[in-house]
Structure formats: C-alpha cells, structure tokens
C-alpha cells in the first residue's frame, strides 16, 4: 500500500503535480522522502508540522536563510532540520542551461534536492538544508563558474525584482534590468545585514501594465512612463483596421480609453490621440502593439509604501515622484533610498513598514524632513493625490505662518 | 581551489544577468518593435532589426526537483542555444529562433508532463489564466492556515482548458496565501485565495516568558487585544477583539493558531495591479469560509469555477473581474454567481468608512 495516499490523489490531474517532484527527489534523497512522508501527515492531520525558525544564518549575513524545524523530529529525523535558503537570482530570472545545472549539483550535494523556482519575493528558493550545510552549499554557489550570492530576508532589502524589461518587451520605458541590477549590487550591505525596522521591498515594472506587481508589493515601485505623445503608426493602424474591422476598433479601443482622449475615423481608417488628455493606462498600445508605442520622452514614476495586510491594512502605494528620468548609475535614486531608510529607522516603530510610518505621521512630515534633514526637495504636486483632502485638519507649521505673514503683509 | 584554502566570500550579489541572454535579445536590446501571439502558449516578439524570437510558456508547479530543472536545461539546450528564463508567475519561457522547432518542443514539453499555455491575446481580446502565484503552505511554513500547492493543483486541474486557450474576455489574474501575512500578496487579485484562522491563539504562558519578547507581542495586535500578564508574565488575549490574524503567533511561538476545524480558504475578487483602463485595485471578499478539505478542497474549486464562469459569460472584452463586477454592481455579483452576501462582508478594520454606501442608488 502507498504510504501517501492522500498526496497520490494530487499526482492525477492534467496540471504539473508538485507531488510528483517530491516524489521525484524522495527516490534518492532522505531528507525529501521524509518531507514526502511529512507532507502526508499534514494532510491527514489538517494543519502544518512546521516550527517557528528563531535564528539561522551563514556566517557575514544575517539574512537570507529562514530557519525551519519539522514539530515531530523523532518520527522525521531527516527533516528535523530543514531551513530555506534564499538564493539572489539573476534579474529578469534570464539563466542559462549551465548556470541552471551548477545550482543543482550543489544542491544535491547538501540539500533536499527540492527547490522553488521561485519564491514570492524572486528569489531561487532551496527548500531543505540542514544546518551544518548551510555555510559549505553556499560557498560552493559563491565559487560556481557563474556564481550565485543569497538573497534577502528578515528586516533588510529584500531581494530587488525586475520585469523582462527591454530584454524582450517593447512597451518598457527604462532599463529595468540595469536599474534593478544596479540598486541590487549598491546595496549588498543592506541586504544581507537586517538593519531596519521591517522589511522594504524594491520593484521595477517598465510599463504601467506593472507585470511584477510592484505597486501592490513594494515599500518602492518604480513603474516606467513616458510624457510626451503616444506614438502612432498609421499604416499599421489601418492592417489591424482590415484585420479586425472599424467597429471593434471603436468599441474595443476608443471607448475603452478611460479619458475618451481617442477618435477614430472609419473612413481615413486613423486614429486621432489627444495626448494632453492621456493618462498612459496602456491599454490602446496593449491593443495595438505594432501600431501605437509609448512617446519617446521616457522615464519612471515611483511610488512608496506598498504591502499587504499586516498590521494597519494593505496599502497600493502612492506617487512620490510622478516622472524621474531613469539615467545610470541612478544617483538621485540611490540618494532618495539612502534618505528614505534614514527617516524611516530613525522614526519607525519596530515591525512598522516605511508606509505605515507615513500614514501615522503624515505625508507631509515625510516631505519635510527629506527637504530640511536630507536635502530633497520633493514638491507638492497634484499628481500625489486622488483629490485634495476633504477635512480641514491642516498642520500648520511656524515658517508657514511667517511665510504668510510676508506674502499677505504687503 | 580546494575548499579548505578558498576564502570566504559575500556581498558578490547576483550574476550580471547580461552574461544569461540569449545572443539575439542582446543584439536586440531595448529595440523590439511588437509582439503577437501566434497559437496558445506561443508568443512572437519581432525586433526593429528584423529579428524574431518565439517564446514557447510552460506552466511550472513552482516546486521542483533537481532532475526536472535538469530536464529544462536539456530542452533549452535542444532548442534554444540553452537560454531561458521564468516569468515572475513561474512559467518557464524558451526562447526560439527556429520556427519550425516549436512543435518539437511543445511535444517534449507534455510527454514530459508539463502543459504549454497561460498566455494572452489582447489584440483579439483572448484571454489565458496563467499560473497561480502562491505560498508555501504546508509544504514548509509554520503559520499556514492552508495548504498552497494542493489547492493551486486542484484549481489549475480545473482550470486547465482556461490556461491551454485563450477564452477569456480579459486577464484573470489568480494568487493564492496561505495565512494573512500574504508572502504571496494576493490582495491586487482578480481571484485571491486567502487562507484564514477562526479561532483565537492558545496562548502558552508557562513557556511564553522564556521564548517570547512581551512588548513586542502586545504590539504585534493590530487590533489591541494582547496585554501583559502580571501574574505569568506573559500576556493575556482578549478573545472578544481578537480578528485571528495570527501576526502574534508570527512574533510568539508560544501562541500557536493552527486548528484544523477553524482553519480554511476565504476568496476575494476584482482586485488588480495595471493600469490599463482602470487604476490598481484591491480584491473584496467574496466568500468568507470554506473549510480546509485536502487533498482536492472540492468547495474551493468549485467556488472558483463558478466566478470564473458567471465572469465569462457576463464580461464585455477587455472587462477585468472588477471592471465587471463595477458595471453590473455588487448586488449582480451576488445574484450570480449564487453565493451569499453575509455580515462578514461589512468591514469593520481602519478603513472600513470607505467601503460602506452613502447614496441610496440600489439595484434590486
């Protein structure tokens, strides 16, 4: 008889079966066979036999492995220990087939041989290491032809992440490969030592299609844009006018556009775009990807604060900046980070994320100290909001009384 | 080097992924012109140098063994100069040169096992459900309220034709966390699945005070239910506030919350990420509760499967899930898709105000 029946249930089915590949490491690795048998008793049992982690780490880091404890160590002894290692990977996940087999070989030598490709944050997750192996499977990855470093945990940079980018995608308005690269070897120290209150996410989407959710996720997205016109191929507007027909450009393209900016004319068979009414939500150049292109001045907005639930409710982030260039090496960028953790570790509570922080002071006591304190200058600006705010309780400081008082003196 | 002499190494960072691409996309870097999708699961990207690539999508369970990863290498190697990538939804994509090596592929790729799809056609407004973003579980967590892969497996089992073709009017978006702490952040979902405690933590004073930091417990409540204990020193809960978050048990191992009667799944719709059309948006509750039932969790697919369809039929093209659901009201919803509107559904957190209705503008 199966010793999973349960699990055998989830090989059946159409769909990969993650069963499988348990299965698959278990036929020749210990560890995996008792997560195997784990798992099973997870299912049997309705509810996870995992313990907290408390701290494991390599040595020089503090973060990047997450320590983990099977509660039933005598009836799975192979699991007992059994800690996550987050491994940095490339950005854009872009690998080849050799960098893909060194990572397997040293994690057959000291691992479960079970991984994640990948883990929430982007990060190649190796599922299963005891301790004691922890330091040598690392140093193997550091000393690889191509070799590989650990990724973020705890309360430090997590592991920046990226979208394919210019790699492979025409609608990315900067480099976000090369920026994301960047920001990721600048801060090595700040993502392998937890220093901070919490976590802080960085993301780089290069089009406001956002495809790495980073809007939703990060502490700081940065969504690439562009200012100037939409730019547009007639010729091409009329191949997919002959392909789809005037009537679903109308309906599906021009009606759709949330300002109304667009008017098509069935008999040039042209579309007409009023750019200064555009918002760049993408979905006409998502349509119509050989005819319309974003204009050629390119750049970013950032947006802070982002994270799900914990503590104070999930939080989409909010515009800082509605337009930067995004020119390497990105100083103004690094700058504003560097400032941003400042404030934030001097007057963040313990476990308060960077937006949790700005709700309970205010906005625009974050603006303030990054001008006074850090020298930034971020200016109010209409784009910051959805609309003004509706209740007068407005702080008002000193110097904007004294400012008052000599502009309305006169 | 032997390993005794090498000297230890950090803070050398990730691989300059400019040494991973595929030589044609580093000739053609940042100057693709467009892209189309050819067939399901195939994507054509054509460069302003004349260039093409094919991108051939095959759906991933996320784990995987060695020897798996090994046989994506063989493929690559076999059929693409041995590049690839993932997408940041756990799709492995191959990069083509060779046109008439796709069908090779796909073939390799479903003896193997693996299904090629979860793309997207929005030229023509034909949408795949492309894999689902998800968590551990309780494959290797230790404050899950659910299990991940089980679920997602038996979803996409379901799902499957949705992620072979492309028949949906708009994206939909599927992730799934397994507790509220959301290492999957799923609350910008099309379709979230939420594992969820219902019951308050056992809290374990005789050992609290020598594993737990107190102030940082209380703390850690985001609706104050936790305070100190004199007599222990450790902490009391006030049941009556307690929301089950579980964020205590995540600060204090004495507190644990798993229980296999008052865990399981809610699900959450019409949230999404871009900005197309409308802005980002979170998911709202749909279903509250459905209990954990490995290893298929039948309610849970099912659940899913109705949204899914009273979505397809509904939506006009390009429609999200929350575009739908914002067109015909939450009333509609409801109507529809069968499932009962409860006082679970009424906010009561920090921004509950917003959610609630000021105009008296119904649909009956």
Redesign the interface.
Known sequence: MSETP??D??E???????????K??AAKNEM?RDHLRL?ER??K?????????GIVAV???GGGVIG?YCDLPEEYPHVAE?H?IRI??????????????D??DV??KYGS????????T?DIIL??CPTKALE?CF??L??LE????IGGSGSDLRTP?A??G?????F?CF?T?DFI?EM??EF??EL?RPMWPYKFKIKASGC??????????ADFSV?GTWKDEIQIDQEAVKE?VNE?GAERIQ??VVE???TKCMKFDPNTKELEIDNSNC?????CI?????ALRPGKERGATILIGGK???????F?SWVLLPFVEMKHPYDYIKELLRAIWDWWDENG???ERFGELIRRVGMWRFLKAMKEEYGIDIPADVRMVEYPRTNPFVFWTPEDREEAKRRWRK | ?S?EK?P??????????R???HPV?KKN??K?????VIRPGVIK?VAESGDV?Y?VKM????????????W???L??KYCD???????R?NVEFILTDESKIDPLIKEIEEG???VGGTWD????KYGITNI?H?Q????????AT?A??IV??V??EL?DY?KEMKLPAFCRISL?CC?????????SDIAILGIHRLPPVVKNEKLPKICEVP?TV??C?TLAIRPDPKTKGVQVNEERCMY?G?CYT?C?AMPM???EG?GISLWVGGK??????G?A?SKLAVPFLP?T???WPETVGAIRKIVETYAEGAN??ERLGEWIERIGWEKFFERTGIEFTDKHIDD???AQVTLRNTSQFRW
């Open positions: 349960l699990l249930e989830l059946k089915g159409p769909w990969p079966s993650f069963v499988r590949e348990i698959k490491a995996a798992l997870c299912y049992d309705k509810r996870t036999h995992w313990k907290h982690g040595r020089g880091y983990r059994y996550t940095n990977m490339p950005t854009g996940w872009f690998y080849t087939s050799k960098a893909l087999r990572i397997c994690w057959d041989g079970l991984t994640n490709f990948h883990g929430s982007g599922l299963g040598p140093q193997d550091a000393y191509i070799p590989f470093d992440t979208c394919m210019p790699a492979l995608c025409e990315a480099d490969l690269y990721t070897m090595q120290n392998h406001p299609n956002d495809c790495v959710a980073a809007k939703a996720r969504i997919y789809l309906k599906e759709l556009c949330p918002v760049r939500c993408m979905h998502n349509k119509l990807p050989k799900a639930t914990f503590v104070d409710s999930a989409l509570k313990f476990r | 080097m390993e090498r230890y190494k950090t803070d050398f960072g990730p691989p300059d992924y040494l991973l691409l996309i870097y940042g693709w012109k467009y892209h189309e990207r690539v991108i759906g991933t369970p996320r784990l995987l063994a060695t020897d798996t990863i090994r994506i290498a063989d690559a190697e041995g590049y690839l990538r993932w997408t940041s756990y096992g693996f299904v929005a030229t023509h407004a973003v968590t579980g309780w494959i290797h967590c230790h404050t899950p299990d892969s089980g497996k038996s996409m089992d499957i992620f966390a509220l702490n959301m290492c999957g952040a799923v609350h910008c940082s703390a850690s985001p978050c964020n600060m191992p798993a229980d296999p865990d990420v871009s900005n197309a059309r409308s980002p979170f954990n490995p290893p298929r093209k390009h957190f920090t921004l």
